[in-house]
C-alpha cells in the first residue's frame, strides 16, 4: 500500500483531478477560445492560491534566481505551454492530446539525470515504458476512430508537454533550493507568472496590430450562468487542486515517476469521454488500461 505521504499518490491525485477537468476544458476551448480557457482557469487557480497562502501565512523570503525559477516556470508553462495544451484539445479532445504526455517522463528522466543526477532504476524504467504504451494504445484507438493523427493539433500538444517539461526542471530547481518551501507558496508564484504572460499579450493585442483574439472578461459574462459556474469550477479543480498535490510530487518524489504517472492522463480522460458516451469501449482502451495498470503497479511497489 502507498503511504500517505507518497508522492505518487499525490501524481495520482492531480492527475484525476486534471482528468476530469480537461474535458470541460475542451468543451470550453472549443465554445469559446483555448486561449481564454487558460486565462480564466489560471486567474481562478491564483485567487484560491493567493487566498491559501495568505490564511496560512506561508510566504518566506526568496532569492532572486528563486524567484525569478519559479516565476518562469508559471510563464513558459502555464501560460504559453498549456495555451498550446488548450489548443490541442480544441482540435483533438483531451484524450488524444493527454497522449503525447506519455513521453514526458523520459523527457524529464533524461533532463533531471543531468541537471540533477536522478537516476532511474531499471525497473521504474521499465514501468514508465508500459505506461509510455499505453499512451500509445490509445493513441491508435483514436486515430483509426477518426481516420488521421491531428498532426498540427499533435504539434501543439508537443510544444505543451516541451514547455510543460521546462517548467516543471525550473520548479525543481527552485525547491532544491528551498527546502521545505510550501507549494502554495511556490505555486502564487507560478500563477503569477502566468497572469503576466495574459496581461503582456492583452497589451501588445492594444498596441499592435496582431489580435489574438483575447477578451480576458468578456466571454465570462456572455457565458449562461450555469457555464460561468462550471468554467471556474473546472479551472479549480484541474488547476488550484491538481497544481497543489502536483507540485507537492514534484518536490518530494522522482520527477521522471512522478510524471510517468501524471502522464497518464489519457487514460482517465478516455475513460471520463466513454462514460459519458462520447467514446466506445474498443479493444484498444483495454490493453491501454492494462499497460497502465502494471505500469502504474510496478512504479508503486519497486
Known amino acids: 500500500m502507498l503511504p500517505i505521504q507518497s508522492p505518487l499518490l499525490y501524481a495520482l491525485g492531480s492527475n484525476l483531478s486534471f482528468a476530469f477537468a480537461s474535458t470541460i476544458y475542451a468543451d470550453f476551448a472549443k465554445k469559446v477560445s483555448p486561449i481564454w480557457m487558460n486565462f480564466h482557469k489560471s486567474l481562478v487557480a491564483w485567487i484560491c492560491f493567493i487566498s491559501v497562502a495568505s490564511l496560512l501565512s506561508l510566504y518566506i523570503p526568496l532569492s532572486i534566481f528563486s524567484l525569478v525559477a519559479f516565476f518562469l516556470s508559471g510563464f513558459l508553462g502555464l501560460f504559453i505551454g498549456d495555451t498550446f495544451l488548450l489548443k490541442a484539445f480544441a482540435e483533438l479532445g483531451s484524450g488524444r492530446t493527454l497522449m503525447v504526455f506519455g513521453f514526458q517522463p523520459l523527457i524529464l528522466g533524461a533532463s533531471s539525470y543531468f541537471l540533477f543526477d536522478e537516476r532511474i532504476s531499471p525497473i521504474k524504467f521499465l514501468a514508465i515504458l508500459f505506461l509510455v504504451g499505453c499512451v500509445f494504445s490509445f493513441s491508435l484507438e483514436s486515430s483509426k476512430l477518426k481516420g488521421h493523427w491531428g498532426v498540427q493539433g499533435l504539434l501543439f500538444a508537443f510544444a505543451g508537454v516541451l514547455l510543460d517539461a521546462a517548467g516543471l526542471l525550473l520548479t525543481r530547481y527552485g525547491f532544491n533550493e528551498n527546502v521545505g518551501i510550501s507549494p502554495f507558496y511556490v505555486n502564487v508564484i507560478r500563477t503569477s507568472g502566468a497572469i503576466f504572460g495574459f496581461a503582456c499579450l492583452f497589451q501588445l493585442q492594444r498596441i499592435s496590430k496582431f489580435n489574438f483574439q483575447f477578451s480576458p472578461f468578456k466571454p465570462f459574462f456572455a457565458l449562461t450562468p450555469k457555464d460561468r459556474w462550471i468554467a471556474s469550477l473546472a479551472g479549480a479543480l484541474g488547476t488550484f487542486i491538481s497544481l497543489s498535490f502536483y507540485l507537492h510530487a514534484v518536490q518530494i518524489g522522482n520527477l521522471a ?36 495498470l502494471i505500469g502504474f503497479l510496478i512504479l508503486t511497489l519497486a
Open 257 to 292: 515517476s512522478v510524471s510517468a504517472v501524471a502522464g497518464t492522463s489519457p487514460v482517465l480522460a478516455t475513460l471520463i469521454e466513454t462514460a459519458r458516451g462520447r467514446r466506445p469501449l474498443t479493444p484498444h482502451l483495454l490493453v491501454g488500461a492494462t499497460l497502465f
